[in-house]
Every structure is written in structure tokens, then in C-alpha cells.
């Protein structure tokens, strides 16, 4: 994602140096990464991000190369069949739509503020206009209390801003489509949001040696981790990842003092009566994606008896994942936590957390918003440089495109144009 590379596009921009940076803003089928990823080409030919995990980073390097030296931003759609991929390179068989735009301080002035903003936690939505008769680029950055930049006219700046916050409140990325006056029965302009929202928070109570591991891999899954404990000597810093804040506190107090939403994950390891009981009654009324309770099923059964006779409905116990994780037959703090982490995952997208051998269809799940379906030009071009060992003049081949048809040749991987409907 953009947020990743973000240090190394600020300090490019803080020092004036332009730069071509390629964002994902439309996926189909199995493709490898999701909108928003991104890949920029710096000075020096310096190359951060990703935007296919390896797939036609060489031919998005170019692509950048160019648009930072012509000022010119492009979309672009790489894609192949299921039945070349592998012989192209690109395995999942997928295709992504490219926008690949140069970025500096006078063609985005308000760049620097909104980097300053993703590392600060402050929430922020970039709106860019992908395609119509708006200036393909432009930018409109947009926080809770302003705005930055601008697409080129008053009303689509109206009309963009308003679903800019309320994307922003989801923390949600996606295109939208507009009207060149911002009207919102019309498609002619297509605006690509991507939203940078706080990293979503795990509250992690209990600091055992599992919960030192479940903040651990939570912290590498990009939450804001705190680990709560009330028991100081096990409350130390030393115990747990640096990124971790560490609270000695008792946890239901804790909790009842710290705002939650519909993105944060509650692991309750304490495994404590004591702890647990209110702890969890707090818990299970209140907003949060996921609420896991360790210990085993004796253990469950008793705890939910004294919730419910602390109140507690059986509707708000059904959110209680207990006991927690899925059954990889773990053992290790280490196997335990990467089985909480695997249930939170599922439950974010959706999953079963069946083995993906035993199951058909995608290997990925899609993103919230799926893309407007392409149409292609009838024009494609290698995105090679060197030689082609397969220049062929044969029908389908690459010196014979006129029908619209893909080329034949399966030595490299090819590009198109696309618009949309």
C-alpha cells in the first residue's frame, strides 16, 4: 500500500524530486494485490513498493520512468488469460488496472501534507481522477475538517468530497463516478478514493508469554497494538514487541476508558475469572470486528454461565469467540498466535479456513468493490525492451493485432489501453 512507501515518497518530495508513482485502482479475478498497492520510481531509478508481487514490475518501472519525465499520468491494464499465465509470468491468471501518474510539489502541492498526515494517524482521503474530461492525476486530498488540491471543477470537488469522508469513516478504497459537474446519475469522470484511516487497534489483556506472541503477529498484520495487564509484574515493556504499548490497568477499567470501533480486535488471555467476567461484559457491548477468549471448552462453558449471569443476552455472547482460534493444532504461544491470527483474518474477509486444496474458485478473496468491467482498444504492445525470440507474422501474432484479439506469443507479457463503459 501507498501507506508503506510513504517515508521514502516524502523525503523524494520534501527534496524536489520527481517521481512516477503507480497505484492499483481496479482488480479482477485472482489478481495479486488489491487496489491501493502501489510502486514508485525515484531518483536514481530508485524502486519502492509493489504493485503484482513481481509480475510486470518491470514493465510499471518504465511506465514510471516515462511519466516522470513527461509529466503526463496514464492508466493502464496488464492482463492475461488463465490459460497463458504461467507462460507470461503472471501465475494468478488475474488483471489489474494501473493509474501511473508523476508526482511533485507543483503538480501536487498538497502531497507533502497528506504523508505528513498517514504518519502522524491523522485520517485522510486522496481522491485522483483516473479517467473523463477531468485532468487524468489530478488530486483532491480531503480530511474530516478540509480540503487540498482539486479535480477541476467546483462540483465535482463538492460532490467527490462528501463520499470522500464518508469512505474515510469506513476506511474503505474504491472508485467512484461522476458527472463533470460532480453529478452523481452520470459516469463520465471516474475518480479512484483511497483512504488512509488510523491503523486499526488490538487490545491484547493477559501479558503472558501468548500474549507476547499474539502482539507480536499483531503488529506485523499493522495494528496499533496495547497489551493491558493488572499485574505490573508481568506489565513490563522488556516482555513484548517495542511497538506494543504495555498498560498496567485492570483490563475492564481499561477498556471502559478506551474507544473501540467496527475495525478493532479484543484478545482476552488473562484466563481469569476474576478478569475475564467483566472484562468481557464490557466487551461484548461494545463495537469491535472480533472478541476472542482463551481457554478451553470446560473453561468457556463456565464463563459464559457468568456472563449470563452478569446480563449478558445470548445474542451479545455470540460474538464471543471462545475457545480462541482455529484448530491448527497448535501448541507453541508462537503456533497459537499465528491460529488467533488466522481466525481474525477469516472473519475479516470472510473466510473458512478450509485447507485451499479442498476447496475451487479464487485463492484471494475480492475486495469490497469490484471495477466496472473493461473494454479494450484493439491494440496491444509488448512491454519488453529486448528482443522477442518469438516475432511472428502469423495470424494472432504480435505483428497481427488488427482484430483486437490478444497475441499468441508466450515468451512475453503484453499490454493494452483500456476505457471504460
Request: some cysteine.
Amino acid at each position: 500500500m501507498v501507506r508503506d512507501v510513504l517515508p521514502v515518497l516524502g523525503r523524494w518530495y520534501a527534496a524536489g524530486a520527481p517521481f512516477g508513482l503507480a497505484t492499483v485502482v481496479g482488480v479482477s479475478r485472482s489478481a495479486p494485490r488489491d487496489p491501493g498497492a502501489a510502486m514508485a520510481v525515484g531518483p536514481d531509478d530508485e524502486v519502492v513498493g509493489s504493485v503484482s508481487g513481481g509480475c510486470v514490475e518491470g514493465a510499471v518501472f518504465e511506465l514510471a520512468r516515462e511519466v516522470a519525465a513527461d509529466g503526463e499520468a496514464r492508466l493502464e491494464t496488464f492482463g492475461y488469460s488463465d490459460e497463458d499465465a504461467f507462460a507470461v509470468g503472471l501465475t494468478c491468471g488475474g488483471e489489474i488496472t494501473l493509474l501511473v501518474r508523476p508526482v511533485t510539489p507543483e503538480l501536487d502541492p498538497a502531497f507533502g501534507e497528506v504523508a505528513a498526515s498517514v504518519e502522524a494517524g491523522e485520517p485522510v482521503t486522496v481522491a485522483t481522477v483516473t479517467g473523463g474530461p477531468a485532468r487524468r492525476g489530478a488530486t483532491l486530498a480531503v480530511w474530516p475538517d478540509r480540503v487540498a488540491g482539486g479535480l477541476g471543477t467546483e462540483g465535482l470537488d463538492v460532490a467527490v468530497t462528501a463520499d470522500a469522508r464518508g469512505e474515510l469513516a469506513l476506511g474503505a478504497t474504491g472508485l467512484r463516478h461522476y458527472g463533470p459537474e460532480g453529478q452523481r446519475r452520470e459516469d463520465t469522470v471516474e475518480v479512484f478514493l483511497q483512504s488512509f484511516a488510523p491503523p486499526p487497534r488490538m487490545l491484547v489483556f493477559g501479558a503472558i508469554d501468548y500474549a507476547a506472541s499474539v502482539a507480536r503477529i499483531g503488529v506485523f498484520l499493522g495494528y496499533r497494538v496495547t497489551v493491558c495487564d493488572a499485574r505490573p509484574v508481568f506489565a513490563t515493556a522488556r516482555r513484548f514487541p517495542e511497538e506494543a504499548e504495555v498498560v498496567v490497568e485492570w483490563p475492564h477499567r481499561y477498556l471502559a476508558g478506551t474507544d473501540t470501533d467496527d475495525r478493532t480486535v479484543i484478545c482476552v488471555l488473562t484466563h481469569d475469572p476474576k478478569f475475564d467476567v467483566p472484562l468481557l461484559t464490557e466487551a461484548l457491548r461494545r463495537p469491535a470486528a472480533y472478541i476472542g477468549a482463551m481457554g478451553s471448552r470446560r473453561t468457556h462453558e463456565d464463563r459464559a454461565a457468568r456472563l449470563r449471569e452478569a446480563g449478558l443476552t445470548e445474542a451479545e455472547l455470540s460474538r464471543l469467540r471462545s475457545p480462541v482460534g482455529l484448530d491448527l493444532g497448535a501448541r507453541t504461544p508462537e503456533e497459537v498466535a499465528v491460529s488467533v491470527a488466522a481466525e481474525i483474518v477469516a472473519l475479516r474477509w470472510g473466510g473458512s479456513g478450509t485447507p485451499l486444496t479442498a476447496t475451487r474458485g479464487r485463492s484471494t478473496r475480492p475486495a469490497a468493490r469490484r471495477p466496472r468491467p473493461l473494454i479494450r482498444r484493439k491494440s496491444w504492445s509488448c512491454v519488453t525492451s529486448s528482443p522477442c525470440p518469438s516475432r511472428s507474422t502469423t495470424p494472432g501474432g504480435p505483428s497481427s493485432t488488427s482484430n483486437g484479439s490478444r497475441p499468441v506469443c508466450r515468451e512475453r507479457p503484453w499490454r493494452s489501453t483500456t476505457t471504460r463503459r
